[in-house]
């Protein structure tokens, strides 16, 4: 995945007002970019679309089909780093308009929003 530095790039997002949007009915799409076995340690209590960031060869070319692009999208891994690439990557090749970085990742919901999801 390759970006233009000068291009858009996703918005910040806290754990905090992801929880508000999802509990709010917003039409927000979450996609984790973490690998299965992260997402079999600590996983949202919500649906997420899972595009592994590691395989992105097998999904790139299918991303119109897997994600709206009319709908808000935030990103979220571990801790921000590879949600942030996926998210620069979404918004400046593919020309999604509205995506959103999870700051710290799924590291912040356990801390922040719920303490029951593990921390690894």
Do not use: K
């Not at 997002?13 to 340690?41: F, N, P, Y």
């Not at 090749?93 to 921390?119: H, K, L």
């Amino acid at each position: 995945m390759t970006s233009n530095a000068n291009a858009a790039q996703p918005r910040p997002l806290s754990a905090t007002a992801l929880d508000e949007q999802l509990r709010s009915g917003s039409a927000i799409q979450v996609v984790d970019v973490r690998e299965d076995r992260e997402l079999e340690l600590a996983r949202l209590p919500h649906p997420v679309v899972h595009l592994p960031l590691s395989r992105s060869a097998e999904w790139a070319g299918r991303i119109e089909a897997l994600l709206e692009r009319e709908r808000p999208v935030a990103v979220l891994c571990h801790a921000g780093m590879r949600s942030w690439q996926f998210g620069c990557w979404l918004a400046q090749e593919q020309g999604y308009p509205e995506v959103w970085n999870v700051e710290g990742g799924i590291e912040a919901w356990s801390r922040e929003v719920d303490a029951t999801v593990p921390r690894y």
